[in-house]
């Protein structure tokens, strides 16, 4: 621990636009920064599944203008089969790794780990500085694909090799577009390690007099967490991507074995493994779903907390439990590749942790709903969105019981089932999670509050509609309905098209209820009423305790001592509702940590 | 607005529960020796996830209408046993559970993937490749002929690169777009790429099987109905990929048997 009280500041306040604004080295602006890219590349995923989601309810309907996005991937506005491919490629990488990774962990964690642990900012803030930028610049790389002449790659957000290795000859966007997106990606990992790095410095050695690891709140558990898998996740990912790369610029054969022939040609490869391209991107993407979705646990925790006006049943088991997902992260992902081709006897190796880590998230979901039991519980946009996040977390938690056992796999993989799964699970939970935490700390991240009506309509519409998207596919994959098709022509797909209709009309209807929320969130940002104090929640961690929006080194001249556990909330015999960490209020009680 | 969300959460629990207990999208039927272990376990699977779902889902809501919006002086209540009691509860419950599903899962995938083929099996050789299916039998001699990558040539209609010119083995294989097997007897399917990544796809089978290019797999299974079924390709293989498919063809041993001399005859 080290108390940063006794330290100057670390870098004065900048003056100029660009060092303010732009180039910044303040936690807070880069947090703000990387909450825009997501919220940016949001609109487009979601766009892109609009238009995903019409050509499978109705394949020949022109949607206006779509020509105009690509000529050749939509002539006369109706989308070809490759074209489909490509958004539908360009939809899950975008989510998964511009949003879903980008907000819950990098956006809020930046604004706020370094706040939560009483630290004026992180230890490395260039590299943070640097972390956002080469995430732009991936970003960028990864929307310039769709310039390419043939489009971008149509492989699917997993790039299964020998398809994603072969070069054009695979079909369009197969060359330069897998080159670009195995560079974005590539480019995006050097910032999600950049940021780790500085997540678990801050969290080790930048904390306050008094903060000790366990008076840390969850939310900075959960993002402490998930740095240490962006860490070595992420490590494997990139010199993947090199390999591919690789593969296609530099006449390696990293993933593309012998005498495979493509449109009349053996192509000049040898000596490569596909399955290699498996376990390296699966030993990065299982933790990634965890990547995903443990800050929105933390963060939601956090928010639950608070409005529960008491703290959880147990910090600790929280804690303990959310660390398991991590460690067991790295042990199940093998789960993606029971038919793959894999050893059969490693399936069943792989299926035992698997069915083991609904133990941790079984315990997640208790210390949440026996948290909730005798709570005296506020309903606001921010505790509704954590309570929809524990509903959707729950639902596509179950499914995982299926797709953990091998021999369930042989009916389910590849099907609507795991689309459904993961969606809930890592997907709109992971969604529930960021607006959670966006309605909760708008106040202190702008001094304005965000309009609670509006907050109220958009959660119950979307939580209705996304259970009108997601759990439909449930039922789509148990009838067989295979993913990545762009069209279903199987005579056994045919009598599923209406629920697929349906489907579509749903995620139109959910995608314009997002539009409120974009509404609300812009509004307010400049015309919303001022917050009305430093703590309009009542909150008692760290963030609470500074000016709103905080000042450049996050609490001004006098650096914060921690005296109490970070969820003091309806003590016996104190003075108030709640005690701040940073009050010195003396308190007996059972839950204060030693 | 509490209250309400209670109720959604119910509605939506209860809604989501009626098609699975109707059966209105059923599994598809089962043709398959194997399938009814696959089948059971999923039965299992799902009663334990149901009831998991069920259960946290109306205790979620029912927290949520009780607890939300306290009176000025209502105190917080502690659940009875705390957290260490949902933590037994969790390990004893959940730990059973998977641990359940995980050993009797065991039974029907090994009964597809960890026991061999039987001697007498039939054996079929599917070959996938941008964005069709092709099947070689192997004649009264009962071999394959080896694989010439160079010599495959879809113009001339030699999609699995056979030369019946110099391989004696090749000489009686028969090659065909539609697969046929007979009713009740095992079929020992040789799987192989000739480009990117596939997959052998039949619900009705209760079969699914990837396609390694450079690494060729096999299973086996024994149809039990006769009829028509699809086979499709379930990995993400290129622009036509939604596409690819071919007929499986589940005959009686006679019809299996004059169908394949119709086949040889067309060679």
């Given at each position: 621990m080290?108390?940063?009280?006794?330290?100057?500041?670390?870098?004065?306040?900048?003056?100029?636009?660009?060092?303010t604004?732009?180039?910044?080295?303040?936690?807070?602006?880069?947090?703000?920064?990387?909450?825009?890219?997501?919220?940016?590349?949001?609109?487009?995923?979601?766009?892109?599944?609009?238009?995903?989601?019409?050509?499978?309810?109705?394949?020949?309907?022109?949607?206006?203008?779509?020509?105009?996005?690509?000529?050749n991937?939509a002539?006369?506005?109706?989308m070809?089969?490759?074209?489909?491919?490509?958004?539908?490629?360009?939809?899950?990488?975008?989510?998964?790794?511009?949003?879903?990774?980008?907000?819950?962990?990098?956006?809020?964690?930046?604004?706020?780990?370094?706040?939560?642990?009483?630290?004026?900012?992180?230890?490395?803030?260039?590299?943070?500085?640097m972390?956002?930028?080469?995430?732009?610049?991936?970003?960028?790389?990864?929307?310039?694909?769709?310039?390419?002449?043939?489009?971008?790659?149509?492989?699917?957000?997993?790039?299964?090799?020998?398809?994603?290795?072969?070069?054009?000859?695979?079909?369009?966007?197969?060359?330069?577009?897998?080159?670009?997106?195995?560079?974005?990606i590539?480019?995006?990992c050097i910032?999600?390690?950049?940021?780790?790095?500085?997540f678990?410095?801050?969290?080790?050695?930048?904390?306050?007099k008094?903060?000790?690891?366990?008076?840390?709140?969850?939310?900075?558990?959960?993002?402490?967490?998930?740095?240490?898998?962006?860490?070595?996740?992420f490590?494997?990912?990139?010199?993947?991507?090199?390999?591919?790369?690789?593969?296609?610029?530099?006449?390696?054969?990293?993933?593309?074995?012998?005498?495979?022939v493509?449109?009349?040609?053996?192509?000049?490869?040898?000596?490569?493994?596909?399955?290699?391209?498996?376990?390296?991107?699966?030993?990065?993407?299982?933790?990634?779903?965890?990547?995903?979705?443990?800050?929105?646990?933390?963060?939601?925790?956090?928010?639950?907390?608070?409005?529960?006006?008491?703290?959880?049943?147990?910090?600790?088991?929280?804690?303990?439990?959310?660390?398991?997902?991590?460690?067991?992260?790295?042990?199940?992902?093998?789960h993606?590749?029971?038919?793959?081709?894999?050893?059969?006897?490693?399936?069943?190796?792989?299926?035992?942790?698997?069915?083991?880590?609904?133990?941790?998230?079984?315990?997640?979901?208790?210390?949440?709903?026996?948290?909730?039991?005798?709570?005296?519980?506020?309903?606001?946009?921010?505790?509704?969105?954590?309570?929809?996040?524990?509903?959707?977390?729950?639902?596509?938690?179950?499914?995982?019981?299926?797709?953990?056992q091998?021999?369930?796999?042989?009916?389910?993989?590849?099907?609507?089932?795991?689309?459904?799964?993961?969606?809930?699970?890592?997907?709109?939970?992971?969604?529930?999670?960021?607006?959670?935490?966006?309605?909760?700390?708008?106040?202190?991240?702008?001094?304005?509050?965000?309009?609670?009506?509006?907050?109220?309509?958009?959660?119950?519409?979307?939580?209705?509609?996304?259970?009108?998207?997601?759990?439909?596919?449930?039922?789509?994959?148990?009838?067989?309905?295979?993913?990545?098709?762009?069209?279903?022509?199987?005579?056994?797909?045919?009598?599923?098209?209406?629920?697929?209709?349906?489907?579509?009309?749903?995620?139109?209807?959910?995608?314009?209820?997002?539009?409120i929320?974009?509404?609300?969130?812009?509004?307010?940002?400049?015309?919303?009423?001022?917050?009305?104090?430093?703590?309009p929640?009542?909150?008692?961690?760290?963030?609470?305790?500074?000016?709103?929006?905080?000042?450049?080194?996050?609490?001004?001249d006098?650096?914060?001592?921690?005296?109490?556990?970070?969820?003091?909330?309806?003590?016996?015999?104190?003075?108030?509702?709640?005690?701040?960490?940073?009050?010195?209020?003396?308190?007996?009680?059972?839950?204060?940590?030693? | 607005?509490?209250k309400?969300?209670?109720?959604?959460?119910?509605?939506?629990?209860?809604?989501?529960?009626?098609?699975?207990?109707?059966?209105?999208?059923?599994l598809?039927?089962?043709?398959?020796?194997?399938?009814?272990?696959?089948d059971?376990q999923?039965?299992?699977?799902?009663?334990?996830?149901?009831?998991?779902?069920?259960?946290?889902?109306?205790?979620?809501?029912f927290?949520?209408?009780?607890?939300?919006?306290?009176?000025?002086?209502?105190?917080?209540?502690?659940?009875?046993?705390?957290?260490?009691?949902?933590?037994?509860?969790?390990?004893?419950?959940?730990?059973?559970?998977?641990?359940?599903?995980?050993?009797?899962?065991?039974?029907?995938?090994?009964?597809?993937?960890?026991?061999?083929?039987?001697?007498?099996?039939?054996?079929?050789?599917?070959?996938?490749?941008?964005?069709?299916f092709?099947?070689?039998?192997?004649?009264?001699?009962?071999?394959?002929?080896?694989?010439?990558?160079?010599?495959?040539?879809?113009?001339?209609?030699?999609?699995?690169?056979?030369?019946?010119?110099?391989?004696?083995?090749s000489?009686?294989?028969?090659?065909?777009?539609?697969?046929?097997?007979?009713?009740?007897?095992?079929?020992h399917?040789?799987?192989?790429?000739?480009?990117?990544g596939?997959?052998?796809?039949v619900p009705?089978?209760?079969?699914?099987?990837?396609?390694?290019?450079?690494?060729?797999?096999?299973?086996?299974?024994?149809?039990?109905?006769?009829?028509?079924?699809?086979i499709?390709?379930?990995?993400?293989?290129?622009?036509?990929?939604?596409?690819?498919?071919?007929?499986?063809?589940?005959?009686?041993?006679?019809?299996?048997?004059?169908?394949?001399?119709?086949?040889?005859?067309?060679?």
């Amino acid at each position: 621990m080290h108390d940063m009280s006794a330290h100057p500041t670390q870098h004065g306040a900048p003056t100029s636009f660009i060092r303010t604004h732009v180039f910044s080295i303040d936690h807070k602006v880069i947090g703000k920064q990387y909450y825009a890219l997501a919220l940016v590349a949001a609109v487009v995923g979601m766009f892109l599944s609009w238009l995903m989601r019409i050509h499978l309810g109705w394949g020949n309907f022109a949607i206006p203008g779509l020509h105009l996005l690509s000529s050749n991937g939509a002539p006369g506005d109706v989308m070809t089969p490759e074209y489909y491919l490509q958004l539908m490629t360009m939809h899950g990488t975008i989510m998964v790794f511009f949003v879903l990774t980008t907000a819950p962990f990098a956006a809020f964690g930046n604004f706020f780990l370094p706040i939560q642990t009483g630290a004026e900012d992180m230890p490395f803030p260039h590299f943070n500085m640097m972390s956002f930028w080469v995430t732009f610049v991936a970003f960028v790389v990864m929307v310039t694909s769709f310039l390419v002449a043939d489009g971008p790659t149509l492989g699917g957000w997993t790039q299964y090799a020998p398809l994603s290795a072969v070069g054009a000859v695979g079909g369009p966007g197969q060359g330069l577009g897998v080159v670009l997106w195995a560079t974005s990606i590539g480019i995006f990992c050097i910032g999600q390690l950049l940021g780790s790095l500085n997540f678990i410095t801050t969290t080790l050695d930048m904390r306050c007099k008094g903060m000790s690891l366990m008076r840390l709140p969850l939310s900075a558990w959960g993002w402490f967490i998930t740095s240490i898998m962006g860490l070595t996740a992420f490590a494997v990912l990139m010199p993947a991507c090199i390999l591919l790369i690789l593969d296609h610029v530099a006449g390696t054969s990293f993933f593309v074995p012998s005498n495979l022939v493509i449109n009349g040609q053996i192509l000049p490869h040898s000596g490569g493994s596909t399955l290699l391209w498996q376990h390296l991107f699966w030993f990065f993407g299982h933790p990634e779903v965890y990547i995903a979705i443990v800050p929105g646990m933390g963060i939601v925790s956090h928010v639950l907390v608070t409005n529960m006006r008491r703290p959880m049943l147990s910090h600790r088991v929280l804690i303990y439990s959310m660390g398991a997902l991590a460690v067991l992260s790295y042990m199940v992902y093998g789960h993606h590749m029971f038919v793959s081709g894999m050893n059969p006897v490693s399936s069943i190796a792989f299926s035992f942790p698997t069915l083991v880590i609904t133990i941790p998230s079984t315990i997640i979901v208790l210390i949440w709903l026996g948290s909730l039991y005798g709570s005296k519980l506020r309903i606001n946009s921010a505790s509704l969105f954590a309570l929809g996040f524990v509903s959707m977390f729950i639902s596509g938690g179950v499914s995982g019981f299926f797709l953990a056992q091998p021999s369930l796999d042989i009916m389910l993989h590849a099907t609507y089932f795991v689309v459904g799964h993961f969606h809930l699970v890592m997907g709109v939970a992971a969604m529930f999670g960021i607006f959670s935490g966006t309605y909760f700390w708008f106040p202190k991240m702008t001094g304005r509050m965000m309009n609670e009506t509006l907050g109220k309509a958009h959660f119950i519409l979307s939580f209705i509609g996304a259970y009108c998207i997601f759990m439909p596919f449930h039922y789509l994959g148990m009838a067989g309905n295979v993913r990545r098709y762009q069209a279903f022509t199987d005579d056994y797909l045919i009598p599923l098209i209406p629920v697929h209709k349906f489907i579509t009309i749903s995620a139109l209807f959910t995608g314009f209820a997002q539009l409120i929320f974009i509404y609300n969130l812009i509004y307010s940002r400049f015309k919303g009423p001022l917050a009305p104090n430093d703590n309009p929640w009542e909150g008692t961690s760290l963030e609470w305790s500074t000016a709103t929006p905080p000042p450049h080194n996050n609490f001004g001249d006098k650096m914060p001592v921690v005296y109490h556990d970070p969820y003091q909330y309806s003590v016996e015999g104190a003075s108030a509702d709640f005690i701040m960490q940073t009050s010195p209020e003396k308190i007996s009680s059972p839950d204060e940590e030693k | 607005m509490a209250k309400i969300f209670a109720v959604v959460i119910v509605l939506i629990a209860i809604a989501s529960a009626i098609p699975i207990i109707m059966h209105t999208w059923p599994l598809p039927q089962d043709i398959s020796v194997h399938g009814h272990l696959i089948d059971e376990q999923f039965s299992d699977t799902m009663a334990e996830a149901g009831i998991s779902f069920l259960a946290s889902q109306i205790l979620l809501a029912f927290f949520i209408f009780k607890f939300s919006n306290p009176k000025p002086g209502d105190k917080v209540k502690s659940f009875p046993g705390g957290a260490s009691g949902l933590v037994i509860a969790a390990f004893l419950l959940v730990g059973t559970e998977c641990l359940a599903l995980g050993v009797f899962g065991v039974k029907a995938w090994a009964s597809v993937y960890l026991t061999p083929p039987a001697a007498d099996a039939v054996p079929v050789q599917v070959q996938s490749g941008q964005f069709a299916f092709y099947f070689r039998y192997p004649g009264p001699d009962g071999k394959f002929g080896p694989i010439h990558p160079d010599q495959i040539n879809e113009a001339n209609a030699n999609f699995f690169g056979i030369d019946t010119t110099h391989d004696q083995d090749s000489k009686d294989d028969i090659v065909t777009a539609e697969m046929a097997i007979p009713v009740n007897k095992e079929i020992h399917l040789l799987m192989h790429s000739k480009d990117v990544g596939h997959s052998f796809y039949v619900p009705e089978l209760r079969i699914q099987q990837d396609f390694v290019p450079g690494l060729d797999v096999s299973v086996h299974f024994t149809a039990t109905k006769v009829g028509k079924y699809e086979i499709v390709c379930t990995q993400l293989c290129g622009l036509g990929h939604y596409n690819m498919k071919a007929y499986l063809e589940v005959k009686s041993q006679d019809d299996y048997d004059a169908w394949i001399k119709q086949q040889a005859a067309l060679q």
